[in-house]
């Protein structure tokens, strides 16, 4: 049984309860939904923010504490019958985990793996973490040995770990397309297959498959970040060619230079519309996001809103 078929959402902050109440509320909540038991002195500051996101088949969790925490997952727990793999990433703190005779120390950044079908013991000094959550049974078919695995660190430099974290960390809260939370669930199979060692089968599944939508999203972070990167800087940051990056975009049906200029013009409407770039020119304004070529700027402005730069600001200075 899974502890996370159907997907479970939800929040918790003990910021405002006593350090009494904000325990025995962060132990019962580890221990019904989280399946984990919580230990952790009463004679430190009770600060713990978690967020829960549930898909079908997969659970993101992100907690921000100060607190020194042990969680464990004894052996009479075994009979719950839970039979989940999650894959605990550090972001602040200290993060050390035994399991199967093994003790790994992670850095902030790496990972560790939790197989909950084993007993564990997982140590916070500091308890900041994201972490996803998914079926034994769903990565066992792309993993080598994922019972052997149990206990891993996987270290921040794998490739496979950072476009994980990037593409769980956008996730949005709720998705209503079952279809498209299926798909979501399966890159992430993926993903965390070729982090933790995947086998032939599940490596060439998920360098085709789940990579390449990660990949994809890890990109249009960087240019939502920075719209002004050229297609060399892209593929410099991802450390892949220029070429790869334009099939990225070519197999889900655009162009990276399409993509671009549509972001690059609604960061200039964006920029018209509000009061804060009054002061600024047209000319200043595409400059600022990434245009060039002024005239070709103006062209394309006019065929993607049927108005000039100014009418548009015109526009909506009226309106305020």
Known sequence: MSGIVGGVSFDLATRELSAVAGLECLRELFDTKVQLTFDASADQRVDAQMTVHGLPGLRRARMTSTMDVHLGRKRPMLADGQDDVCLIIGTGGQLAIDQRARRSVAREGDAVLLVYREPAEVHFHSMNYLSVRVPYSALVPLT???EAAAGRC??????ALALLRSYVSALPAHMADLRLSGLIATHVYDLMALAIGSNADGRELALGRGVRVARLKAIEADLARDSTLSLEEIARRQNVTPRYVQMLFEDAGTTFTSYVLDIRLEAVRTMLIS???KDWSVTNIALEAGFGDISYFNRRFRRRFSMTPTDLR????QVR
């Open 144 to 146: 080598k040995d994922l």
């Open 154 to 159: 996987v270290p921040r430099e794998a490739t």
């Open 275 to 277: 009061p804060r770039y």
């Open 314 to 317: 015109n526009a909506a200075q």
